[in-house]
């Protein structure tokens, strides 16, 4: 059973930084491309960043670039979203995903999704 365990979320104040991490299980990490995803109340999930099989390819949303970074490391099953100067626009539901190979923007093309942490940024 292939699960994804999404942990860091929390409350956090304008400007400053949080760390997501997503653990893996019950699939071959290193054959799966990851992405975060992100939803707001009232609005539909939208893509944040993704990040290739080898971690070497990497695709962010242009209203994150330059505050947002992923990693994965292969070896612990594990992608990461490291969050820099936040805003209350961030806040949300984050969700990481899998999907085999190629990266993606769309959420329809994911295969397989945690369950979520929801990050509040405060004014």
């Known amino acids: 059973q292939v699960q994804l365990a999404e942990s860091g979320g929390g409350l956090v104040q304008a400007g400053g930084s949080l760390r997501l991490s997503c653990v893996a299980s019950?699939?071959?990490?290193?054959?799966?491309?990851m992405g975060w995803f992100r939803q707001a109340p009232g609005k539909e999930r939208e893509f944040v960043a993704t990040?290739?099989?080898?971690?070497?390819?990497?695709y962010y949303a242009d209203s994150v670039k330059g505050r947002l970074t992923i990693s994965r490391d292969n070896a612990k099953n594990t992608v990461a979203l490291q969050m820099n100067s936040l805003n209350p626009e961030d806040t949300a539901v984050y969700y990481c995903?899998?999907?085999?190979?190629?990266?993606?923007?769309?959420?329809?093309?994911?295969?397989?999704w945690g369950q979520g942490t929801q990050v509040t940024v405060s004014s």
């Open positions: 995903a899998a999907r085999r190979v190629l990266i993606s923007t769309a959420p329809s093309e994911y295969t397989y």
């Open positions: 019950g699939l071959p990490f290193s054959d799966y491309a």
């Open positions: 990040i290739s099989w080898s971690g070497g390819r990497t």
